[in-house]
């Protein structure tokens, strides 16, 4: 078994299926479980903090909110600056918006316009990829920021929404890596 099937293990152990949550039919992931296991949350900030090294990154997104626990501590082991992407209304000062579509309506997020320079490179971590809406708007805010893109990082991909396919011209070639598909 390789060091990645190990972890994956590791992970998919922690993983709690919540049927008809949050609505009937659905299926819900819950990583409050891994949150709880040192040796999993290590497992996986250190995972992160490998594909943050291996792009190139120098500063991580994490997306609101799960994207927030998992992303601060990878900005941490990197060595890297933390940055959040926030519904929109939730940060003070100046701020770039993005709005999408979601599958019933639509949303917006938001950065601090500051945050972000020409320079940065940057990697966005949470902890679904679904239909791929939320992180498609981060790195349209990540561009008009003006940094660039040093790719994606998910704990679990739900493949079946089609999320990658969404994502792929949005990453102009950076890397979309998920180390789970579920």
Not at 46 to 53: K, L, M
Not at 70 to 99: D, E, M, S, W, Y
């Amino acid at each position: 078994m390789t060091a990645m099937t190990d972890i994956q293990e590791l992970l998919l152990s922690r993983i709690r299926d919540v049927e008809d949550y949050p609505e009937q039919g659905v299926m819900f992931k819950d990583i409050t479980p891994l949150l709880a296991d040192p040796a999993a949350f290590t497992a996986l900030t250190d995972a992160f903090a490998e594909i943050a090294e291996r792009t190139g990154a120098t500063k991580i997104v994490g997306l609101e909110a799960r994207g927030f626990i998992l992303g601060a501590p990878v900005a941490v082991r990197a060595g890297l600056g933390f940055i959040p992407v926030r519904k929109a209304g939730k940060l003070p000062g100046a701020t770039l918006r993005q709005a999408y579509d979601l599958e019933y309506g639509s949303a917006e997020i938001e950065v601090h316009a500051e945050d972000l320079t020409a320079g940065d490179r940057v990697l966005v971590v949470d902890d679904v990829l679904a239909t791929g809406g939320t992180a498609e708007a981060s790195l349209q805010l990540i561009r008009r920021a003006g940094a660039g893109i040093a790719g994606v990082a998910v704990l679990m991909e739900l493949g079946f929404l089609g999320g990658r396919a969404r994502l792929e011209p949005a990453l102009d070639g950076a890397p979309l890596e998920a180390l789970l598909q579920v």
